[in-house]
């Protein structure tokens, strides 16, 4: 009988990678985790967290005007970027603090380095050699930047949150959710913000309505949103950063944001010389067990390029730990439906969303029936703002249920989280409309909706 040194090795210290080690470590099974950069992989460090916290400080400087609708005097707000920075990589600083301590805890041997995958159950780590019976893959994404003229003077997402100095002038890139919410955060903090998108409309894959009424609201927030247009070339002047269009025109920057993709992190892992099926992104091809085409290695979330979503990566790192050694005590192994998963985007105002646009229903459904409000929320009829808020439900109308539930306006995340479980359950419209809504909020309007506004 072979003997190994673990019964699970992880590569990739992220999200998936430690919730996997940590769970599989407290079920009794032996584990290391190699990891070569900060504990907490992109959520953590470069992505969801300072993200909104970043997106948490834009939205003060709305606060501070929108106050004086409700009585409040103050003086001038002044913002301290380099402040702003020191913050956030404190908290983050203990974040990798406390991922280190819960895989401790669980009894798992980290292992600091870049993991090289030798054969189906061994891994090398700074020249020395560990063997496994199961290997699990969680190294993640990483930025994609075209290679266009200048593009040694762009910057990607993971550099935007230490840029010195502040940009006055950002130039984002882009029409993913990633370019979005960078727009919006930095027009908040004070930037000039511009931002090209080469397509006709920004946040390809969310429902159309939805993308055309974020993009009039992040232009009434002051960002320069043009679409349908790229950068030719980018060259360095005397005044900062000249960008060159395709249409000719030039915009003039002094920080170039690409935010045009993420590709799997799966370069130097030696995936080609165990045969590892992989598309032609470099993705790394599972089963429905998130096993790869070499049965004792798996892969989990953002290296597989499935859905590029943190909690997506835990649930997919459950369902392995599950599959490996047995679920908790009373409980039955996971499986994961990508159906039904609710996103949010943390542009000025919010995104957040859960099951089908409404151009996927009328692809699925004989009929459906749409209903929508839009609306000036409560808060600004006082502020002074102009910002509104948009709320949609998709339904079937053959079965009455809920297929799609749409929202832009404020604190939309916290407010879809909710309806996804209903939605998850089944809900169709009369259940919503059986159901009493809070008053005054912006979440009772999902309850309220009793008009048809199309079939």
């Known amino acids: 009988m072979t003997t190994f040194d673990f019964d699970l090795f992880v590569v990739g210290g992220g999200s998936a990678g430690v919730r996997a080690a940590r769970m599989a470590g407290q079920r009794g099974a032996r584990v290391a985790l190699a990891e070569a950069g900060a504990m907490g992989g992109t959520c ?19 606060s501070f005007k929108e106050a004086q609708g409700y009585g409040w005097s103050a003086g001038e707000p002044v913002f301290d970027w380099e402040r702003l920075k020191a913050q956030r ?28 995958l030798v054969d189906a159950h061994t891994v090398a780590v700074g020249g020395r050699h560990y063997t496994a019976r199961a290997i699990l893959v969680a190294t993640g994404g990483q930025p994609s930047v075209p290679q266009i003229p200048g593009a040694e003077h762009v910057i990607s997402s993971d550099a935007i949150f230490d840029l010195t100095p502040f940009p006055r002038r950002l130039l984002v890139v882009g029409g993913g959710y990633i370019a979005c919410e960078f727009a919006s955060i930095f027009q908040g903090m004070g930037a000039q913000v511009t931002q090209l998108y080469r397509g006709r409309q920004v946040l390809r894959g969310f429902d159309d309505e939805v993308r055309d009424f974020i993009a009039v609201q992040m232009r009434e927030h002051g960002v320069d949103l043009r679409l349908q247009a790229d950068v030719a070339a980018i060259s360095r002047q005397a005044q900062g950063l000249q960008v060159q269009l395709l249409d000719g025109s030039m915009v003039e920057a002094d920080a170039v944001l690409y935010a045009t993709g ?53 649930a997919e790192a459950m369902v392995v730990v599950d599959q490996l050694f047995g679920p908790a005590p009373g409980q039955a192994p996971r499986s994961l439906s990508y159906e039904l998963i609710p996103t949010a985007v943390f542009t000025h105002p919010n995104i957040a969303t859960v099951g089908w646009t409404e151009a996927q229903a009328r692809e699925r459904c004989e009929r459906v029936r749409i209903y929508r409000v839009d609306f000036k929320p409560l808060r600004h009829t006082l502020s002074g703002s102009r910002e509104r808020t948009l709320m949609k439900l998709v339904v079937d109308d053959a079965s009455d249920r809920v297929v799609g539930l749409h929202m832009v306006g404020a604190d939309a995340g916290d407010i879809v989280q909710g309806f996804a479980v209903a939605m998850k359950a089944g809900a169709t419209k009369a259940v919503f409309d059986s159901t009493i809504g809070i008053h005054p909020t912006a979440a009772e309007e999902f309850v309220t909706m009793r008009d048809i506004s199309r079939f």
Do not use: F, M
């Not at 990589?89 to 798992?108: C, F, H, M, S």
């Not at 590029?308 to 990566?313: D, K």
């Open 44 to 62: 953590v460090n470069v992505g969801c967290i300072p993200k909104k916290l970043y997106s948490y400080a834009a939205g003060y400087a709305n």
């Open 262 to 314: 993420r590709v799997p992190k799966v370069l130097g892992l030696g995936l080609e010389v165990l045969g590892l099926e992989q598309r032609r992104d470099g993705a790394i091809v599972v089963n429905e067990h998130y096993q790869t085409s070499v049965p004792s290695i798996y892969a989990v979330g953002d290296v597989t390029a499935r859905l590029q979503l943190t909690p997506v990566a835990l």
């Open 89 to 116: 990589a404190r908290e983050i600083g203990r974040l990798n603090g406390v991922y280190t301590e819960l895989l401790v805890k669980a009894g798992v041997q980290l292992i600091s380095g870049w993991a090289v």
